[in-house]
């Protein structure tokens, strides 16, 4: 059973900082990409980030280019979305998904497994 576990979330004024964090068990991701995808209220959920096995490839939305920073420390199994500058119109549920495939895709539909989501709000 692969579970993909999201911690970090919660609320914060703008301006601040969060890091959500991606833990996955029940195998090995070794050479998978992962991705973050949020989904804000009463919207469709939408691509974040998503980074290849190394790092070395990485993908944003343009909405958090600069912002937002996807990390991994394989040897954990964990992913990480460390958020900076964060502003109301980044409340949303986050989640985290994994792909095992090695090639990086902004696409929903190319993640097989997904986190059950961990809520951040943004205060004005």
Excluded: H
């Amino acid at each position: 059973q692969v579970q993909l576990v999201e911690s970090g979330g919660g609320l914060v004024q703008a301006g601040g900082s969060l890091r959500l964090s991606c833990e996955a068990s029940g195998r090995s991701f070794s050479g998978a990409a992962m991705g973050w995808f949020r989904q804000p209220p009463e919207k469709e959920r939408e691509f974040v980030a998503a980074s290849n096995w190394g790092g070395g490839t990485t993908f944003y939305a343009d909405s958090v280019k600069g912002r937002f920073t996807i990390s991994r420390d394989n040897a954990k199994n964990t992913a990480y979305l460390q958020m900076n500058s964060l502003k109301p119109e980044d409340t949303a549920v986050y989640y985290c998904a994994a792909r095992t495939g090695a090639l990086v895709y902004t696409i929903q539909g190319q993640y097989e497994y997904w986190g059950q989501g961990t809520q951040v709000t943004v205060s004005s």
